[in-house]
């Protein structure tokens, strides 16, 4: 089974990974600007989400797996390689698992550390859609305001949303699955992962996500590790502050 991906321009191979809930559709502007620029952009949507198969199993093993898979079928070497935050505990995984294959790493706003488990009502709210009753994007969006208050999550969110047949919408992610295994998404890195290629950690000012406490443990497990504050930002720093992520990014992969 391959995962699902958009691939848009040619050059060297550039690979982004969306996060928890998220899809490749997220990157899809930023893809097409690192396309003009000269790489070959693999959007890809990992399992359980976007289009994407659907698996019983989830955790960071499989996800790298999977990535693995994708390479070896697209026979991609040389790899800049960018996730956010789940993708980017996937992209740290694989990286370290296979370091022969890529040759520069960017973290958008996770660190190798453990998480608890925060995404308790946004999984509650979308397990409470009722697609009988909910006819419209916002309708859905009305209803789950009940449980998540920031507009811009919501509409995140609902990026899930598709037509599984004319008049009955549906979600995308494979939300049992997701919800059943939640945990797993803040599984910190194994304590022996190490990559010792570049590697950019972006932080958004905004989040909590990546601290300076987190600075030491960041180098233990990637030794050339630089880590860049992008303002204005919060946790989806891509798409909050979409220029200043572009050209961190840029200058990073053509320095």
């Not at 509650?124 to 697609?131: E, K, N, P, Q």
Request: hydrophobic share 40%; proline share 4%; charged share 20%.
């Amino acid at each position: 089974m391959t995962l699902h991906s958009k691939i848009i321009g040619q050059g060297q191979p550039f690979v982004i990974l969306h996060g928890f809930l998220g899809m490749s559709d997220n990157w899809k502007t930023l893809g097409n600007k690192f396309a003009e620029a000269g790489f070959e952009m693999h959007l890809v949507d990992q399992r359980n989400h976007g289009r994407s198969f659907h698996n019983d199993e989830f955790n960071y093993e499989v996800l790298s797996e999977d990535l693995k898979r994708y390479s070896d079928a697209h026979q991609l070497e040389n790899m800049t390689l960018l996730g956010h935050s789940m993708g980017g505990k996937t992209a740290m995984l694989f990286a370290s698992e296979y370091p022969e294959l890529v040759s520069k790493l960017m973290v958008a706003d996770i660190s190798p550390r453990f998480y608890p488990v925060h995404h308790d009502a946004i999984l509650a709210g979308l397990s409470a859609l009722d697609f009988n009753d909910i006819k419209s994007r916002g309708a859905a969006d009305t209803f789950l305001s009940q449980y998540v208050s920031e507009p811009g999550v919501r509409m995140f969110l609902l990026k899930n949303l598709y037509w599984v047949e004319k008049g009955q919408l549906g979600l995308r992610i494979n939300l049992d699955v997701l919800k059943e295994n939640v945990t797993e998404v803040g599984e910190a890195l194994p304590i022996h992962s190490k990559f010792e290629n570049p590697t950019l950690f972006l932080r958004g000012d905004k989040s909590e996500y990546v601290m300076p406490t987190d600075e030491k443990l960041i180098k233990q497990h990637f030794p050339l590790a630089a880590i860049e504050t992008i303002t204005n930002a919060g946790h989806w720093l891509h798409a909050e502050n979409p220029k200043d992520f572009y050209e961190a990014v840029i200058n990073f992969v053509t320095s």
